[in-house]
T-cell receptor, first 114, second 113 residues
């Protein structure tokens, strides 16, 4: 089954404790991205990756890092989490087909930073 | 900067009603527009995608229209059912060079039995 998986699904942590949210897709897609969703602000793109070792900033990259060492994985790293990073995070992978980007979203990771 | 607006933020209707969800965007130079459905605890599911050259798309009880010149899209849901209760998100893509989407804040729909 084609899917995007994220782990963990729920996480409570404390300010300053480094964490990583993993994202993996089994569709061999080149394009992957991370979004965060906040009440009143909607979904905003954090980082994206066009291919292995190719990453770039989205609209709200501050406080986040990413890496793309393999095509299937695109982890999101919070080196020193702060309470304003409490949010619902979505990973997505995309396929370019017939002039359209077809997007597949993961189930989301709900993060609470105390 | 492209902004996508969805009003109202929440909507409650009785089962069986036909309803229209609205989406507006500030920059008409879009590549395409998508409607997504979001269920609690699950990811986003694409419902319909309209290319900038198209006027509408249909899937089952759903019909999405696009008026690029006025910066508006509507999602029409016929004969609504309780299972349609979810948050509906409108998103635009500005270019085919990448898959970045600019989202509206969504409309939370509740269909009462």
């Amino acid at each position: 089954e084609a899917q995007v998986t994220q782990n963990p699904r729920y996480l409570i942590t404390v300010t300053g404790k480094k964490l990583t949210v993993t994202c993996s897709q089994n569709m061999n897609h080149e394009y992957m991205s991370w979004y965060r969703q906040d009440p009143g602000l909607g979904l905003r793109q954090i980082y994206y990756s066009m291919n292995v070792e190719v990453t770039d900033k989205g609209d709200v990259p501050e406080g986040y890092k990413v890496s793309r060492k393999e095509k299937r994985n695109f982890p999101l790293i919070l080196e020193s989490p702060s309470p304003n990073q409490t949010s619902l995070y979505f990973c997505a992978s995309s396929l370019w087909l017939a002039g359209v980007w077809t997007q597949y979203f993961g189930p989301g990771t709900r993060l609470l930073v105390l | 900067k492209q902004e996508v607006t969805q009003i109202p933020a929440a909507l409650s209707v009785p089962e069986g009603e036909n309803l229209v969800l609205n989406c507006s965007f500030t920059d008409s130079a879009i590549y395409n527009l998508q409607w997504f459905r979001q269920d609690p605890g699950k990811g986003l599911t694409s419902l319909l995608l309209i290319q900038s050259s198209q006027r509408e798309q249909t899937s089952g009880r759903l019909n999405a229209s696009l008026d690029k010149s006025s910066g508006r899209s509507t999602l029409y849901i016929a004969a609504s059912q309780p299972g349609d209760s979810a948050t509906y998100l409108c998103a635009v893509s500005l270019t085919g060079a990448n898959s970045k989407l600019t989202f509206g804040k969504g409309i939370t729909l509740s269909v009462r039995p």
